[in-house]
C-alpha cells in the first residue's frame, strides 16, 4: 500500500500543553475503557438476563479485544491521509452506537457483533492516542501528556465501571450501557469542536510495522509487553468471581473494591505519569511484578478483607499506568514511528485481552477462578523478564 510520506517522520509537537484537548481525550478514553470493561462488573446479571453462563457472557470481552487485534494494525493503513481527530471522533460515533445496541438488544448474538464494533472503535483511539498526545504536548513532555489517555482509563475503573455495576443492582445492567451511548455521543462533537487538526504522523505500511518490530529490543519488548497484559486479564476479566470468594460478600462490598482498583488506578497514573519520561525502564519491570504480588494475595487471602483491599489498590496502581509506560518507551525510543509503536502496543495489547478472555472463560468454567489467577502471575514475572531484557539492547532511534 501506497503511503503519504516515503520515511516515517516525527510528530511537531507544542511549546506549551494544551490541556483542554487532553481532558477532551481524557473523557473519550474514560466512557470507551468504562463501555469495554462493563461486563466484567455486570457479568453475573448479564449472563442470567441472557440465559447464558459467566464465560458465556465473559466472550462480550473477548469480541472486543478481537476486534481490536484485527483494527489495531489495519487503521493506520486503511486510512493513512485521514485527520486523526475526525478519526477520533468516527471512533465516538462507533462505541456510541455499540454502547446503544447493547442496551436494547435481546440475544447474546446481537450483542457480541455490537462489541465488535466497539472494539474497531477502542483500538482506532488507543492506536492514535501517541500521536494526539504528541501533537498535543511538547517532545520531552510525551509520557506526561499520555498520562491523560491513561487517566481516563483509572477514572472509568474508579467511577465508570463501579457506577455501572451501581446502577445495574438498583436498576438494570442495560441502563448503564444507554447512558454510556448517550455520553460517548456527546464527547464525540467535543472532540470535533476543541481538538486541533492532528494530521497523520507517518505513513504507514506493513513493511513500516514490519521493519519497526524488527529494530533491536522491540520483539522482545513487545513479547514481554503481550505476556504482562495477558496475565492482568487472566485475572481480570473474572476479577468479579474472585471477589466473591470474600466471606460473607456483598454486592457492594464488590463494588467497594472494584472502586479501590480504580483509585489506585487513578493515584499511579497521577504518580507514574509525572515520572515517567525518566523512569520508564524501571517501571517496565517494577510494575508487572507488583502486579503478580497483588493478584497472588486476592487468590490466597480472600478471608483477609485488608489484605485483599490493599492488594486491588496496588494492582490498580501499577497496571492503570502500564499503557503510559509502554507508550512513553515508543515516544522516547522510537520518535520517528509513532504510529507504527502505537499500532504495535495496541495489537499486542487486544491480542492478549482476545487470549485471555477466551481461554479464560474455558479455564475458569472447567477449573475455577483459582487456575486463572495462578496461571495469570506466572505470565506477569514472564513478562516483566523480558521486557526488562529487551532495554538492555535497545538504544534511542536517530531522528
Known amino acids: 500500500m501506497t503511503t503519504t510520506a516515503p520515511v516515517p517522520t516525527p510528530v511537531a509537537g507544542v511549546p506549551v500543553m494544551r490541556y483542554g484537548g487532553l481532558v477532551v481525550v481524557m473523557l473519550l478514553s474514560f466512557l470507551l475503557v468504562t463501555a469495554e470493561f462493563l461486563p466484567n462488573g455486570v457479568l453475573t446479571e448479564m449472563a442470567a438476563a441472557l440465559g447464558v453462563t459467566p464465560g458465556q457472557a465473559g466472550q462480550t470481552v473477548t469480541v472486543t479485544a478481537l476486534a481490536g487485534l484485527l483494527f489495531a494494525p489495519t487503521v493506520g493503513l486503511l486510512l493513512p491521509r485521514l485527520d486523526r481527530r475526525s478519526l477520533l471522533v468516527a471512533a465516538a460515533a462507533s462505541a456510541a452506537i455499540s454502547s446503544l445496541v447493547v442496551a436494547i438488544a435481546p440475544s447474546l448474538p446481537a ?57 445495574s443492582e438498583a436498576l438494570d445492567w442495560r441502563l448503564a450501557f444507554l447512558l454510556i451511548a448517550v455520553a460517548t455521543a456527546l464527547v464525540g462533537v467535543a472532540v470535533r469542536i476543541v481538538l486541533p487538526p492532528v494530521p497523520p504522523a507517518a505513513a504507514s505500511s506493513l513493511r513500516i510495522l514490519g521493519d519497526t518490530l524488527r529494530r533491536p529490543g522491540v520483539l522482545g519488548a513487545m513479547a514481554g509487553h503481550v505476556l504482562v497484559v495477558l496475565g492482568h486479564f487472566l485475572a481480570y476479566t473474572y476479577v468479579r468471581l474472585s471477589l466473591e470468594r470474600i ?58 478483607f485488608a489484605a485483599v483491599a490493599a492488594a486491588v489498590l496496588v494492582w490498580g496502581f501499577f497496571f492503570s499506568s502500564w499503557l503510559i509506560i509502554v507508550n512513553t518507551w515508543v515516544g522516547h525510543l522510537m520518535p520517528d514511528r509513532l504510529e507504527a509503536g502505537g499500532s504495535l502496543v495496541v495489537t499486542g495489547f487486544q491480542l492478549a485481552i482476545t487470549i485471555a478472555a477466551g481461554a479464560g472463560g474455558i479455564l475458569v468454567d472447567a477449573a475455577g477462578v483459582f487456575a486463572a489467577d495462578a496461571i495469570g502471575i506466572a505470565l506477569l514475572i514472564i513478562g516483566a523478564v523480558l521486557f526488562g531484557l529487551s532495554l538492555r539492547s535497545r538504544r534511542p532511534a536517530r531522528v
Open 247 to 304: 466471606p460473607d460478600v456483598t454486592a457492594g462490598t464488590i463494588v467497594l473494591l472494584l472502586a479501590l482498583f480504580g483509585v489506585g488506578g487513578f493515584v499511579g497514573n497521577i504518580a507514574v505519569g509525572m515520572v515517567v519520561d525518566r523512569a520508564f525502564a524501571r517501571l517496565a519491570v517494577i510494575g508487572p511484578l507488583a502486579i503478580a504480588l497483588a493478584i497472588a494475595a486476592v487468590a490466597l487471602l480472600p478471608g483477609a
Open 111 to 167: 450483542i457480541l457483533i455490537a462489541r465488535f464494533l466497539l472494539g474497531a472503535a477502542i483500538s482506532a483511539f488507543w492506536s492514535m492516542s501517541i500521536t494526539v498526545a504528541a501533537r498535543l504536548s511538547s517532545p520531552d513532555r510525551i509520557g506526561r501528556a499520555m498520562m491523560f489517555g491513561s487517566a481516563g482509563l483509572s477514572l472509568a475503573t474508579v467511577a465508570g465501571v463501579p457506577i455501572g455495576v451501581a446502577l
